[in-house]
């Protein structure tokens, strides 16, 4: 079992930064694939960027390519996610989630964290 608690959320203003973390609990965090997804109102849950077990590889929806930056630390049990440029569209509720199976589709990952909110200001 795996317990995930995000933080870092937060309001700021188009074009600012924040930095999201995700710890997580139990030994067998190394083994899974790291990720984030966000969910806007009225809008399904949607993939934002993913992290494999070593860190080796990471892939990245192409709305926050180039903007986004996901890290993991193993020996700390934790993922980050940076993010920078924001822009009033990504303003949703973030989800860390981990899991073994694919990448891209909620339904990929077996844990969930509670979310942290994002909001952006135009």
């Known amino acids: 079992q795996v317990q995930l608690v995000e933080s870092g959320g937060g309001l700021v203003q188009a074009g600012g930064s924040l930095r999201l973390s995700c710890a997580a609990s139990?030994?067998?965090?190394?083994?899974?694939?790291m990720a984030w997804f966000r969910q806007a109102p009225g809008k399904e849950r949607e993939f934002v960027a993913a992290i494999n077990s070593n860190g080796g590889a990471t892939s990245y929806a192409d709305s926050v390519k180039g903007r986004f930056t996901l890290s993991r630390d193993n020996a700390k049990n934790t993922v980050s996610l940076q993010m920078n440029s924001l822009k009033p569209e990504d303003t949703a509720v973030y989800y860390c989630?981990?899991?073994?199976?694919?990448?891209?589709?909620?339904?990929?990952?077996?844990?969930w964290g509670q979310g942290t909110q994002v909001t952006v200001s135009s």
């Open positions: 139990g030994r067998t965090f190394s083994s899974y694939r």
């Open positions: 989630a981990g899991g073994s199976l694919g990448w891209y589709q909620p339904s990929n990952y077996d844990y």
